[in-house]
Every structure is written in structure tokens, then in C-alpha cells.
């Protein structure tokens, strides 16, 4: 039972710097890691090309208003009929004869109101599609902060599960003795014994998910599988220099977050295109030209040009342009309502970072405090037991609460370093996540 024993020890004791036997890991900080999982996630990547397609959507738009010049060229052999045209002194049809023709054609607008509209909202419209690939970015990133935090979780568990098992080790060795000495039972010894297993059971597990946990933290920023990573942050606080009342904390998200940003541009795309619509009744103005040289051959080609400076002013549509305008009207009154509730859903997220964080930093300090007085308890059981006035069933139970205030510890710093990067995302600024 003994050896027994002694071994599981060892081999769970061991077990980390058998397993730390692989290529020099990568250290990455928190910040690095949100960075990372705003650069690799995919959502992310696909945000960003929505992107660039808004931004060529914009160019597009713009060539409403650029010169536009044409080249073209023919080379025909044709018969014409003469008496297609009337002619009194030609009749009958024609031989078969060449005829070349090369013209160079171009315009330009010169004022065209509703183009220029129609290019600020889609301008507005770009805008819109960043602040949504910046928003989808956040997402990726927070996912990838809070995956950087599971792993910090599970190493700090297994820590403490490893301080567990030396102390039920030292617990097992000191009911050896009392037993050995005639001073305790021999149930204390096999009380010691079970803690000290289910300890190593539970520092099994620990490490079990350390290793899930990683794995799902390498995945998560799209890096190899087999890169192994060194986390360079802890789960201590540190201070953001951020708003922390509720109040200005909501007004300064409602000026950073991403998703507020798209929703106002959004709102901008929809007033252009109404007013754009209205702007169709106000008269356009363009010139245009082409130089032409045509002829039977390429030696008696002759040139001929025409210039044309047009006024255009639309007039009746069949009510057509009314009824568009009653359309983006209505949708002009969607998108309002859509931003008033992407900016109260801001606001009530803000709010809640903010009570969270406030609790989680209470629920840290009534955490160390539960386990120093643990751990006191555990030295007291240990004298009491040394000096034969009680049993190992209080060392067992004393052990049992430090095992579990260790755990509320470990939780509750979980539970603010969370908090701490919710904050964050809730105002706009998660890359300032130190």
C-alpha cells in the first residue's frame, strides 16, 4: 500500500516535466493573444473582404462621375441600295466595297446632383461595412481572450491540485508515524491514503483539461496544433484607465463600439438615398464628343467630330419616383429604429460590465480571505492531530476546504479577469486589454 502509493506520487508529480520535454513554446500575453484572434479568426477575415467589396462599390459609383472614353474600330465590306435612300440620279444596288472606320468617343458629367449623393452613400455604406468588420474583429478577439483565460484557469488548477497532493502526501507520512507510534489508528492512515488518491485522481483531471484547453486556445487563434504556447500573463488585476461610472462609461461606449459606428453610418447611407431620389428632379449636365476618320481605304480616310454639351431635366417617370421615395422613406424609419436599439443594447451591455466587474473584484477579496482562513484551519487540524488530541477526520475535512477555497480562488480571479476584458469589449477598446 505503501509503495504503492508513493509511487502514483511521483509518477503524478512527474508527470509535467516529462511532458514539458518538447520544442521552445511560444510566449504570448493576453494582449497578444486578442490581437491574434482579431488577425486569424476567420469571421474576421471574412469581414474584412466585405470590406474591400464595399470599397469597390464606392469606385463604382465614382465612375458616375469620371470621363469615359471609348476607342473603336471596324473594317466592313458592304453593298449599299441606292434606292433606299430616295437618290433620283442613282438607283440599283452597289458593288461590293471596303469601308474603315475608327472613332475615338468621350463624356463628361458636369453636374449630375443625385450621383454625387448616391457617391456619399456609398462612402457612408464602406464606412458601415469597416465598422462591421471591426465589430466581427472584436468578436474573434474577445473569443480568443477568454480562450487565453481558460488555459491561464486550467494551470492555475492544476497548480493548486499539485500543492493538494504534497499536502495530503505530508498528511499521509504524519499518520504513518502516529499509527507506528501506537498514538492513532490504523483507519487514519487509510482515511490520509484515500485523500492522498483522490488528490492524484483530481490532478489528472486538471491537467487533462489544461492540455483540452490549450488546444482549443492554439485552434482558436489559428495557429499549428502542435504549437506550444507559454502564457506570459496571470490572472492579477491591473488597472484599465477606463470610465468606471455608469454613466460617462455609456456615453464613451456609445462613441467607441464598433457596432454603434456601423448602425449611424447605416442610418447616413439611408438619408442619402432619399435625399438622392429628390435630387433626381434637379437638371443634369454633361458634354460629350467623338472624332471619327472614316473611309473606302486606308489611304483617303477623312476625319469628322461633333461636340455636344447636354442638359437633361426628367420630367414624368410614371409616378415611379414618388413611389421609390415613399419606400426609402420607410426604410430610412427601419433603420432609425435599429440604431436606437443597437444603442440601448450598448448601453444595458456597459452597464452590466460594469456591476459585473464591481462584484467579480468583491467576490476576489472574499475568496482570499475564505482561503487564508482555510488554510489556517488545515495548519491548526495539523497540530491537533500531531499532538494526538483529534483524529484524521479533522485533517481530511480541513484539507477538503482548502481544496475547495482554492478553487473559489482560482474561480473568482477567473471570474474578474473576465470581467475585466468584458469591460472592455462593452466600451470599444479591447485592444487596450493590457
Known sequence: MTMRLSAL???ALAAAPLAAQSPTPRTLTLAQAIALGRERGVSAALARINERIADARVGQRRADLLPSVTVSGSAARQTLNLDEFG???ASGVTDPFNLWRFQLRASQTLFDASSLARLRSAKDSALAVGADARAVGELSAAAAGLAYLRVLSAEETVRAREADSV????LLAQSRQQVSAGTSPAIDATRSGTQLAGVLTQL???RNQRDKSRLDLVRTLDLPLETPLLLADSLGTTGAGLPEDADSAVAFALEHRSEVAAERSRTAVAQRGLKAIGLEYVPNLSLGGAYTESGRDMGTLKGTYVVQLQLSLPL????RR???QQESSARLDVQRLRQHDTEQQVAVETRQAILDQASADHQVA????RLRLAELELAQAKERFVAGVAGSVETTTAQ?????ARDGFIQARVNAAVARVSVRRALGVLDQTP
Open 322 to 324: 414618388p413611389a421609390r
Open 9 to 11: 506520487l511521483s509518477l
Open 204 to 206: 489528472e483531471i486538471a
Open 366 to 369: 472574499l475568496a482570499a480571505e
Open 400 to 404: 477538503g476546504g482548502l481544496v475547495a
Open 167 to 170: 499536502v495530503s502526501s505530508d
Open 316 to 319: 414624368l417617370d410614371g409616378f
Open 87 to 89: 437618290i433620283p440620279v
